[in-house]
Protein backbone atom coordinates (compact mmCIF):
# COMPACT_ATOMS: atom_id res chain seq x y z
CA UNK A 1 0.00 0.00 0.00
CA UNK A 2 1.41 3.22 -0.80
CA UNK A 3 0.61 6.44 1.25
CA UNK A 4 0.00 9.78 -1.07
CA UNK A 5 1.14 13.09 0.86
CA UNK A 6 -1.27 15.88 0.57
CA UNK A 7 -1.97 17.56 -2.94
CA UNK A 8 -1.05 20.69 -3.65
CA UNK A 9 -3.52 23.22 -5.51
CA UNK A 10 -1.27 23.03 -7.96
CA UNK A 11 -1.71 19.30 -7.87
CA UNK A 12 -4.83 19.14 -7.63
CA UNK A 13 -5.99 21.12 -10.55
CA UNK A 14 -3.85 19.33 -13.01
CA UNK A 15 -5.84 16.13 -11.91
CA UNK A 16 -9.34 17.95 -13.55
CA UNK A 17 -10.43 15.83 -16.46
CA UNK A 18 -13.96 17.58 -16.85
CA UNK A 19 -15.66 20.77 -15.46
CA UNK A 20 -18.81 22.40 -15.96
CA UNK A 21 -21.20 24.09 -14.02
CA UNK A 22 -22.80 21.25 -11.97
CA UNK A 23 -19.76 19.38 -11.72
CA UNK A 24 -16.08 18.39 -11.84
CA UNK A 25 -14.47 14.52 -12.38
CA UNK A 26 -11.12 14.66 -11.11
CA UNK A 27 -8.77 11.70 -11.79
CA UNK A 28 -8.31 10.29 -8.55
CA UNK A 29 -4.56 8.63 -7.38
CA UNK A 30 -4.47 5.54 -5.32
CA UNK A 31 -3.20 5.49 -1.93
CA UNK A 32 -4.80 8.92 -0.96
CA UNK A 33 -8.51 8.36 1.08
CA UNK A 34 -11.11 11.01 -0.24
CA UNK A 35 -12.09 11.73 3.26
CA UNK A 36 -10.07 13.10 6.38
CA UNK A 37 -9.54 9.52 9.03
CA UNK A 38 -10.36 10.30 12.43
CA UNK A 39 -6.64 10.51 12.96
CA UNK A 40 -6.57 13.09 10.53
CA UNK A 41 -3.83 13.22 7.22
CA UNK A 42 -3.56 13.72 4.10
CA UNK A 43 -6.85 13.53 2.26
CA UNK A 44 -8.54 14.62 -1.11
CA UNK A 45 -10.86 16.70 0.43
CA UNK A 46 -8.44 18.99 2.14
CA UNK A 47 -7.36 20.18 -1.19
CA UNK A 48 -11.07 21.13 -2.86
CA UNK A 49 -10.73 24.52 -1.55
CA UNK A 50 -8.44 24.99 -4.76
CA UNK A 51 -11.76 23.56 -7.15
CA UNK A 52 -13.94 26.36 -6.84
CA UNK A 53 -13.34 28.38 -9.82
CA UNK A 54 -15.10 31.27 -8.57
CA UNK A 55 -17.60 30.02 -6.89
CA UNK A 56 -18.25 30.46 -2.89
CA UNK A 57 -18.24 27.13 -1.73
CA UNK A 58 -15.50 24.18 -2.66
CA UNK A 59 -16.83 21.37 -4.19
CA UNK A 60 -18.60 18.15 -2.72
CA UNK A 61 -18.41 14.63 -3.62
CA UNK A 62 -20.89 12.58 -5.32
CA UNK A 63 -19.70 9.20 -4.59
CA UNK A 64 -16.48 7.96 -3.31
CA UNK A 65 -13.77 5.61 -3.88
CA UNK A 66 -11.32 3.33 -2.01
CA UNK A 67 -8.46 4.80 -0.68
CA UNK A 68 -6.24 2.89 -2.81
CA UNK A 69 -8.55 2.88 -6.23
CA UNK A 70 -7.43 5.72 -8.82
CA UNK A 71 -9.23 7.07 -11.35
CA UNK A 72 -12.55 9.27 -12.08
CA UNK A 73 -14.25 11.12 -9.38
CA UNK A 74 -17.34 12.87 -9.47
CA UNK A 75 -17.73 16.11 -7.41
CA UNK A 76 -20.98 18.04 -7.63
CA UNK A 77 -19.89 22.07 -7.70
CA UNK A 78 -23.35 22.97 -5.64
CA UNK A 79 -25.88 21.53 -3.25
CA UNK A 80 -28.22 21.09 -6.18
CA UNK A 81 -26.38 19.66 -8.72
CA UNK A 82 -24.92 17.29 -5.70
CA UNK A 83 -27.88 16.15 -4.80
CA UNK A 84 -28.60 15.53 -8.52
CA UNK A 85 -25.84 13.59 -9.00
CA UNK A 86 -26.11 11.82 -5.69
CA UNK A 87 -29.83 9.88 -6.93
CA UNK A 88 -27.90 9.26 -10.54
CA UNK A 89 -25.17 7.28 -8.51
CA UNK A 90 -27.95 5.96 -5.61
CA UNK A 91 -30.38 4.69 -8.89
CA UNK A 92 -27.51 3.06 -10.83
CA UNK A 93 -28.10 5.82 -13.84
CA UNK A 94 -24.10 6.61 -13.91
CA UNK A 95 -22.14 3.65 -16.20
CA UNK A 96 -18.61 3.19 -14.74
CA UNK A 97 -16.02 1.06 -16.37
CA UNK A 98 -12.93 0.42 -14.23
CA UNK A 99 -9.65 -1.33 -15.49
CA UNK A 100 -8.01 -4.11 -13.43
CA UNK A 101 -5.14 -6.32 -13.35
CA UNK A 102 -5.87 -9.70 -11.61
CA UNK A 103 -3.78 -12.72 -11.41
CA UNK A 104 -4.23 -15.51 -13.42
CA UNK A 105 -8.15 -14.91 -14.66
CA UNK A 106 -11.11 -15.66 -16.02
CA UNK A 107 -10.71 -19.33 -18.89
CA UNK A 108 -13.48 -17.10 -20.94
CA UNK A 109 -13.58 -13.99 -22.78
CA UNK A 110 -16.54 -11.93 -20.63
CA UNK A 111 -19.54 -12.69 -18.23
CA UNK A 112 -21.58 -11.37 -15.36
CA UNK A 113 -20.97 -11.93 -11.74
CA UNK A 114 -23.99 -12.03 -9.45
CA UNK A 115 -22.80 -12.98 -5.76
CA UNK A 116 -24.42 -11.14 -3.33
CA UNK A 117 -22.61 -9.60 -0.87
CA UNK A 118 -22.48 -8.86 3.38
CA UNK A 119 -20.74 -7.38 5.72
CA UNK A 120 -17.84 -9.89 7.14
CA UNK A 121 -18.05 -8.86 10.50
CA UNK A 122 -18.85 -6.15 13.08
CA UNK A 123 -14.75 -5.58 13.54
CA UNK A 124 -14.08 -5.21 10.20
CA UNK A 125 -16.45 -2.53 9.58
CA UNK A 126 -17.08 -2.22 5.83
CA UNK A 127 -15.23 -5.49 4.36
CA UNK A 128 -17.34 -7.70 2.79
CA UNK A 129 -17.63 -11.37 1.94
CA UNK A 130 -19.76 -13.27 0.00
CA UNK A 131 -22.91 -14.25 1.22
CA UNK A 132 -26.32 -15.53 0.09
CA UNK A 133 -28.43 -13.55 1.81
CA UNK A 134 -26.59 -10.15 1.69
CA UNK A 135 -27.56 -7.56 -0.89
CA UNK A 136 -27.76 -8.63 -4.12
CA UNK A 137 -24.25 -7.41 -6.67
CA UNK A 138 -23.67 -7.65 -9.77
CA UNK A 139 -20.75 -7.50 -11.97
CA UNK A 140 -20.20 -7.17 -16.07
CA UNK A 141 -17.08 -8.17 -16.90
CA UNK A 142 -14.75 -8.28 -20.50
CA UNK A 143 -11.02 -9.32 -20.97
CA UNK A 144 -9.13 -6.70 -23.10
CA UNK A 145 -5.77 -8.73 -22.36
CA UNK A 146 -4.10 -11.38 -21.43
CA UNK A 147 0.04 -12.28 -20.21
CA UNK A 148 2.58 -13.34 -17.81
CA UNK A 149 -0.11 -15.08 -15.59
CA UNK A 150 -2.23 -12.03 -15.47
CA UNK A 151 -5.21 -10.45 -17.20
CA UNK A 152 -6.19 -7.25 -17.80
CA UNK A 153 -10.27 -6.84 -17.64
CA UNK A 154 -13.09 -4.16 -18.22
CA UNK A 155 -15.03 -4.68 -14.88
CA UNK A 156 -18.72 -2.56 -14.77
CA UNK A 157 -20.39 -2.54 -11.67
CA UNK A 158 -24.18 -2.66 -12.72
CA UNK A 159 -24.96 -2.63 -8.79
CA UNK A 160 -22.68 -0.03 -6.17
CA UNK A 161 -21.37 -2.42 -3.00
CA UNK A 162 -18.50 -1.31 -0.70
CA UNK A 163 -15.57 -2.86 -2.61
CA UNK A 164 -17.87 -4.92 -4.98
CA UNK A 165 -15.54 -5.50 -7.76
CA UNK A 166 -12.61 -6.68 -5.30
CA UNK A 167 -14.76 -9.34 -3.40
CA UNK A 168 -15.97 -10.95 -6.84
CA UNK A 169 -12.48 -11.16 -8.69
CA UNK A 170 -11.16 -12.72 -5.48
CA UNK A 171 -14.21 -15.24 -5.46
CA UNK A 172 -13.80 -16.08 -8.90
CA UNK A 173 -10.27 -17.36 -8.14
CA UNK A 174 -8.39 -14.81 -9.78
CA UNK A 175 -8.05 -11.18 -7.22
CA UNK A 176 -6.92 -8.01 -8.11
CA UNK A 177 -3.35 -7.50 -8.00
CA UNK A 178 -2.01 -5.66 -4.87
CA UNK A 179 -5.29 -6.64 -3.22
CA UNK A 180 -3.77 -6.79 0.94
CA UNK A 181 -7.44 -7.24 2.10
CA UNK A 182 -8.78 -10.30 -0.54
CA UNK A 183 -6.10 -11.20 -2.41
CA UNK A 184 -2.75 -12.11 -2.07
CA UNK A 185 -1.60 -8.74 -1.56
CA UNK A 186 2.17 -7.95 -1.26
CA UNK A 187 2.98 -11.59 -2.10
CA UNK A 188 2.89 -11.06 -6.09
CA UNK A 189 5.58 -8.23 -5.14
CA UNK A 190 3.00 -5.28 -5.66
CA UNK A 191 1.83 -3.20 -2.69
CA UNK A 192 -0.19 -1.47 -5.06
CA UNK A 193 -4.05 -2.55 -5.91
CA UNK A 194 -4.09 -2.76 -9.54
CA UNK A 195 -8.22 -1.32 -9.89
CA UNK A 196 -8.63 1.89 -11.27
CA UNK A 197 -11.88 4.28 -12.38
CA UNK A 198 -11.51 4.32 -16.01
CA UNK A 199 -14.15 5.73 -17.63
CA UNK A 200 -17.57 6.96 -15.90
CA UNK A 201 -20.49 8.19 -18.41
CA UNK A 202 -23.12 10.84 -16.22
CA UNK A 203 -26.34 11.48 -17.71
CA UNK A 204 -26.81 14.98 -15.76
CA UNK A 205 -29.14 17.30 -18.16
CA UNK A 206 -31.97 15.66 -19.42
CA UNK A 207 -31.94 17.32 -23.03
CA UNK A 208 -27.97 16.85 -23.78
CA UNK A 209 -25.89 13.04 -24.09
CA UNK A 210 -24.41 11.46 -20.83
CA UNK A 211 -20.81 13.45 -20.30
CA UNK A 212 -18.12 10.75 -20.44
CA UNK A 213 -14.85 11.36 -19.25
CA UNK A 214 -12.27 8.97 -18.98
CA UNK A 215 -8.87 8.80 -16.58
CA UNK A 216 -5.83 8.23 -17.85
CA UNK A 217 -3.80 4.84 -16.81
CA UNK A 218 -2.07 5.36 -14.00
CA UNK A 219 1.88 5.12 -13.31
CA UNK A 220 1.79 1.96 -11.18
CA UNK A 221 -0.55 -0.18 -13.50
CA UNK A 222 1.30 0.43 -16.70
CA UNK A 223 3.94 -2.08 -16.23
CA UNK A 224 1.36 -4.99 -15.49
CA UNK A 225 -0.96 -3.45 -18.49
CA UNK A 226 1.66 -3.73 -20.92
CA UNK A 227 2.20 -7.45 -19.97
CA UNK A 228 -1.60 -7.26 -20.91
CA UNK A 229 -0.97 -6.37 -24.19
CA UNK A 230 -1.82 -2.56 -23.47
CA UNK A 231 -0.44 -0.42 -26.00
CA UNK A 232 -0.30 2.83 -23.93
CA UNK A 233 -3.98 4.26 -25.05
Known amino acids: MIDV ?6 EILGRVLHRDGL ?3 IDKPAGLPVHRGPKGGPNLEASFDALRFGLPRPPVLAHRLDKDTSGCLVLGRHRKATASLGLLFKHSKI ?7 VEG ?3 EDEGTIDIPLGRLNAE ?13 AITNWKVLGRGDGLTWLAMEPVTGRTHQLRVHSAAMGWPIVGDNIYGNGPRFGEPTLHLHSREIGIPISRNKDPVHVV ?6 MRERLKACGWNGQ
Open 5 to 10: PQLTAE
Open 23 to 25: MLV
Open 95 to 101: SKTYWTV
Open 105 to 107: GPA
Open 124 to 136: RGWWQKPDPDGQK
Open 215 to 220: APAPEH
